[in-house]
């Protein structure tokens, strides 16, 4: 089910500023509070299956023998740190994240989970689901859609796997390392702090403007509210930390 007491999940006036920082035409038409009792089943199962695996040694990941281990374990503790990470009382990471679609397309989400996405793009680093914790920055693929539309997500961060600038050398992102590909070992998700080019940052301690999560698990995610937008024309947003801020967090 979805209502329109959006009030209720999130500050409208952050939204408002959020789109007014970026150089687009943009304003929000309406939001929409989901609520889905058979996808947020699948998810609460999902996080306690997570955390299952994470006591097995079959489904246990080694980071410190993914060279460079540096560069990665830097980009996995300041992801750790972050505000969309949520505060919660299970043992799994779950991150509050931006999905850009068309509002047609968001609808069928809440209605049957990310599962109804039928096909997913090759992706330059992966063949997943992609979301991001700047709606700035979703708002680059949703205004490629007739009816642009955010969809805010809970996103189960089981085994992340850092991105890092050794795996996307070249301008040819077919030639990126994961390119197309499905999750690699035990790593349920890949994190890829990028800048305005896509591209990871040849510094890794420096903080990038967004960060691209791929999620390779479509059960992992949950929509909790959408964002419907409306423009009178098309522009390409400026590249943006301006986070949306909901409340209140889950409860558990």
């Not at 058979?38 to 998810?43: A, D, K, P």
């Not at 035990?186 to 591209?199: E, L, Q």
């Not at 420096?206 to 937008?229: G, R, W, Y």
Request: proline content about 6%; aromatic content about 12%.
């Amino acid at each position: 089910s979805r209502s329109s007491a959006a009030s209720d999940v999130y500050k409208r006036q952050q939204v408002t500023n959020a789109l007014q920082s970026a150089s687009c035409n943009l304003s929000v038409s309406q939001a929409e509070a989901v609520y889905c009792p058979n996808v947020q089943r699948i998810f609460y199962g999902k996080i306690e299956l997570c955390e299952r695996w994470s006591k097995q040694d079959a489904f246990k990941t080694n980071l410190s023998t993914e060279n460079p281990y540096v560069k990665r374990k830097r980009v996995l503790e300041n992801m750790l740190k972050e505000d969309y990470i949520l505060k919660h009382n299970r043992s799994v990471t779950i991150a509050r994240l931006f999905h850009g679609t068309d509002s047609s397309v968001a609808k069928g989400i809440c209605d049957s989970g990310f599962a109804s996405l039928a096909l997913l793009d090759d992706g330059w680093f992966g063949h997943g689901i992609y979301f991001t914790e700047n709606p700035i920055y979703a708002l680059k693929y949703a205004l490629t859609k007739p009816n642009p539309c955010l969809i805010v997500s809970n996103v189960i961060l089981f085994n992340p796997y850092p991105v890092i600038c050794d795996d996307a050398k070249g301008n040819d992102p077919k030639k990126f390392r994961f390119y197309n590909q499905n999750h690699y070992k035990n790593f349920w998700c890949n994190i890829v702090p990028v800048n305005s080019d896509y591209k990871p940052p040849e510094d890794y301690s420096m903080k990038t403007e967004q960060t691209e999560f791929v999620l390779f698990d479509n059960s992992h995610a949950i929509p909790c509210a959408l964002i419907h937008l409306k423009t009178s024309s098309i522009q390409s947003p400026t590249l943006a930390n301006s986070p949306l801020e909901l409340v209140p967090d889950l409860s558990w």
